[in-house]
């Protein structure tokens, strides 16, 4: 059994599940003198948690019309925390994402933020975690456990849709009490985010069948490109660490743009190369990166709605997605990249996170790499 597959297929079912819960302690925790004074926002993470804060700015932009910065944890903290403005009480949020809490660079972000004057926040499912105990305010994120053989790792994708729906529901909360929205609206984008349950469904029913065939006829590639912008310039970044983590093979995520200056010119051809759009801004860009793909011989997977016609006629495999608003799209573009991942580590018969060998230890998050115990930049000045 292919336990990626399964965790993909079981989040209409999670959002059933998470929604109402998340909703309510995010409207219980985010009081309205908080979302009142505030003036910055600042987003931290690691791997798929930052992201996730990268997939929802436009929300949060949009939205609350106020500044978000997301930022890997380890920026934030180290060397961005020092230099927020000192603009009074609850002006700055910092948001730390982490499901497992566990997550040693998120936590010392958080304490960071708030030696620097920021409130703080924890979006987690492990509140008496190291995360959870970094944060000035708790937003317990209801993560159902997933059942899997012991032992076995999976890569993300629970944890990371729980995130987003998670930030776009604070999103909501903020923009609701500053004005932004008035309650209608607040209700009206609450019940679309609900709505993607359905929407999930029915991406993973056209597209389940169109990433094993792809897997299947790019087995023999070993580099993997993904490439999207604004919102889902995070997508491309994370279903690019799901290739990693499922088949090992290398994997990029890079923005439509940035394609045009870098990848444009590598000199392998037949680099699958896979170009992800809600069709709106981007749109005009993507089609024009697809075209110039084509005639340098890459083989060229589009994740679109099936509107962008424009775009999915220079697809050798279109993943058609709902049309949604782009600020809420990264909620199911990532699905046919994650099938894909899942499908390409089945084919190649290679094991998630390559079972933790050959220098690589579950142990501490990660062995030498030691994401739940390294040194943290407060004992380092030291």
Not at 88 to 94: A, I
Not at 111 to 134: E, F, H, N, W, Y
Not at 348 to 360: A, L, M, N
Request: contains cysteine; negative net charge; aromatic residues 8%.
């Amino acid at each position: 059994m292919n336990y990626m597959i399964e965790q993909i297929h079981s989040l209409p079912e999670l959002l059933n599940q998470i929604f109402q819960p998340l909703d309510d302690t995010i409207r219980q925790k985010l009081d309205h003198e908080l979302c009142l004074s505030l003036k910055r926002l600042y987003v931290v993470g690691c791997g798929d948690s930052h992201h996730a804060s990268l997939s929802t700015e436009l929300a949060f932009e949009s939205l609350t019309r106020l500044p978000d910065d997301p930022m890997a944890s380890m920026l934030f903290g180290r060397y961005a925390a020092g230099f927020i403005p000192q603009s009074g009480p609850k002006t700055n949020l910092v948001i730390g994402i982490s499901v497992s809490g566990a997550v040693s660079r998120t936590a010392e972000a958080l304490r960071m933020g708030g030696q620097a004057g920021a409130t703080t926040v924890a979006l987690t499912a492990t509140p008496d975690s190291i995360v959870g105990k970094a944060a000035k305010i708790i937003l317990d994120v209801p993560v159902p456990e997933f059942p899997s053989p012991e032992g076995m790792v999976i890569p993300g994708v629970r944890s990371y849709f729980t995130s987003q729906v998670g930030l776009f529901l604070i999103a909501i909360r903020i923009a609701e009490i500053r004005g932004q929205l008035n309650n209608s609206q607040a209700a009206e984008l609450r019940a679309e985010i609900r709505g993607f349950a359905d929407l999930a469904s029915k991406t993973i029913e056209d597209c389940d069948p169109i990433a094993k065939q792809a897997a299947q006829e790019w087995a023999g590639e070993e580099e993997f490109v993904f490439a999207g912008s604004g919102p889902n310039y995070a997508t491309a970044l994370f279903t690019a660490a799901k290739v990693l983590e499922a088949s090992g093979d290398s994997a990029l995520g890079q923005d439509v743009e940035e394609w045009a200056h870098l990848q444009y010119f590598a000199k392998k051809k037949s680099t699958p190369t896979l170009f992800i759009s809600a069709g709106d801004r981007d749109l005009s860009r993507a089609v024009e990166m697809a075209v110039a793909a084509k005639q340098l011989g890459r083989l060229v997977g589009v994740i679109s709605p099936k509107s962008a016609a424009g775009l999915t006629k220079y697809a050798d495999h279109h993943f058609p997605i709902p049309e949604v608003k782009e600020m809420f799209s990264p909620l199911i573009t990532a699905i046919p990249g994650e099938l894909f991942a899942a499908y390409l580590s089945e084919v190649k018969k290679e094991p998630f996170f390559r079972d933790f060998k050959d220098g690589r230890s579950i142990e501490g998050g990660g062995g030498i790499s030691r994401i739940r115990t390294s040194e943290t930049w407060e004992n380092w000045k030291k």
